[in-house]
């Protein structure tokens, strides 16, 4: 099964300082066809003005993902861990047991960019956690490369759920083949450019489901960079 989730099709927030979209219901966007893929609840893609921000809020019981794509995300919470995140670096904020934190646009002038990502965990009420880890163009470059999983193999950021995420640049000089397990399913989130994933045609912003397949063709990029979620079955 592939079902297409297209970029105009997400939900929109614009609220002057923050252009957010939605792929699955968030705040006050709510659509019960889209709530979440397996224990995927979070993909928003937010531009932020430059000096502007998400003040001091608390989460608990998730995993929290952020990865840049322009400018810097300048984080602080209540674990006392402060960071400015560039393209290429990958955050990790288990909440588990309650965190408050805060998201600012370390720039006054320049908008940031970035992908927020949520995904339910596995256990609950434990320690919240902090990681984050910098992954170069060239260590995704026709390429998936391990950002994200269960266990922290590969240099990924470790986060509490059976889940994999993998990040890729690719610019069509070669076709990629991604083995899915049974009882396994995936998401493809396209960043920017343009990628064939069995056989449809995404392009920025543009998603796709996967279920009841047993492998992932990544094939006629154009200046792409994309995001593939290895998931527990089931949407």
């Known amino acids: 099964m592939l079902e297409i989730r297209k970029s105009d099709d997400r939900g929109q927030a614009n609220h002057g300082w923050l252009n957010s979209q939605h792929s699955f219901s968030f705040a006050h966007y709510y659509d019960p066809k889209h709530m979440g893929f397996g224990p995927l609840r979070v993909i928003n893609e937010d531009k932020v003005r430059g000096g502007q921000g998400f003040g001091t809020h608390g989460h608990r019981d998730m995993e929290i993902i952020s990865y840049v794509l322009d400018g810097a995300l ?21 909440a588990g047991s309650g965190v408050q934190h805060s998201e600012y646009n370390h720039s006054k002038t320049e908008e940031m960019h970035f992908l927020q990502i949520w995904i339910e965990p596995n256990v609950q009420g434990i320690s919240p956690g902090y990681e984050e880890k910098h992954f170069d163009p060239a260590s995704k470059s026709n390429q998936l490369r391990l950002i ?9 950021v470790l986060i509490h759920q059976d889940v994999s995420i993998y990040a890729a640049i690719l610019d069509g000089s070669t076709q990629l083949e991604y083995a899915l397990a049974a009882g396994r399913a995936a998401y493809v989130q396209v960043i920017r450019g343009e990628v064939d994933v069995n056989g449809v045609l995404l392009a920025g912003g543009d998603a796709l489901k996967i279920q009841n397949e047993n492998s992932i063709t990544l094939d006629k990029a154009n200046g792409t960079e994309l995001l593939l979620f290895d998931l527990p079955y089931g949407a």
């Open 74 to 94: 300048e984080h602080l919470d209540s674990m006392k861990n402060t960071s400015v995140l560039r393209y290429g670096d990958v955050q990790r904020m288990s």
């Open 148 to 156: 994200a999983s269960a266990d922290g193999k590969d240099g990924s």
